[in-house]
């Protein structure tokens, strides 16, 4: 199965990542943020709504995306750009926009406040 994780981490944590992965070590496919704001201000329910539907569905047109969605075009499509930006989705040579994963892991700690 294709997974992506997405998690909440220190600089550090990906620094270790990135360097192990120079040294040849199998890291799989992860989105890091740097804060759980910063997640949730890219993760709304609505573009939650699109990596569910499009989780597994390979690739597909934002008119298609929006019907199974039921939602206005216009809307679906900032909500596109915005995942884009960010790496969530890819667009492919034709066009269309995908999500080429199979599930999607978030990974995260909640600790008490200082």
């Not at 997405?6 to 990906?14: P, Q």
């Not at 993760?43 to 995306?65: S, V």
């Amino acid at each position: 199965m294709n997974t992506i994780t997405i998690e909440v981490a220190a600089l550090e944590k990906t620094r270790e990542r990135m360097l192990a992965a120079f040294d040849g070590q199998e890291q799989g496919s992860f989105i890091t943020f740097s804060s759980a704001e910063d997640l949730w201000k890219t993760f709304t329910l609505k573009r939650w709504d699109i990596i569910r539907t499009m989780t597994g569905a390979g690739a597909m047109a934002i008119r298609e995306l929006a019907r199974r969605l039921n939602r206005d075009v216009r809307a679906v499509h900032a909500d596109v750009q915005a995942l884009l930006a960010c790496g969530v989705l890819n667009k492919t040579a034709a066009g269309a926009i995908e999500f080429p994963y199979d599930a999607v892991h978030v990974d995260f700690v909640v600790t008490k406040a200082a």
